[in-house]
């Protein structure tokens, strides 16, 4: 079965290149996009992904918030909390609020994706 993403970024640049990474690590998945927490919130319904990647920092509500809301609408959904900031506190905040993982930017290409395919074998159990 084709994964389904939700990538919460606001910066343009960073969402088009993560995009692109997803399409060509998961060639048959669908990969929908939402620049801020709201927005996430609201797409969560009509995409239902599989996995969200979701930035830390996002105008309005933040990446923390729109997790807590986003488990309570659709518990099933794996988020990976994505974010430049970086340490234990930021891992475990995320944690907290129902994100499955927390990877920092800067291990982008060394930890994202073995998390990712973690992950997404763990929801096919």
């Known amino acids: 079965m084709p994964a389904k993403f939700l990538i919460v970024e606001d910066h343009d640049a960073v969402r088009t290149a993560l995009r692109a990474w997803l399409e060509v690590e998961f060639p048959e998945s669908y990969v ?9 919130v ?34 099933s959904v794996q988020i990976v909390m994505f974010s430049i900031r970086e340490g234990d506190v930021y891992r475990a905040s995320a944690i907290s609020v129902g994100a499955c993982a927390y990877v920092p930017k800067r291990t982008f290409q060394t930890e994202l994706l073995p998390t990712i395919i973690a992950l997404l074998d763990k929801s096919q159990d």
Do not use: C, W, Y
Request: cysteine-free.
């Open 42 to 75: 609201v797409k969560i319904r009509s995409v239902s992904p599989h996995l969200v990647v979701m930035d830390f920092k996002l105008p309005g509500m933040n990446g923390f918030e729109a997790t807590r809301q986003i488990n309570a609408t659709l518990p």
């Open 32 to 40: 929908a996009e939402a620049t801020s927490g709201e927005e996430a």
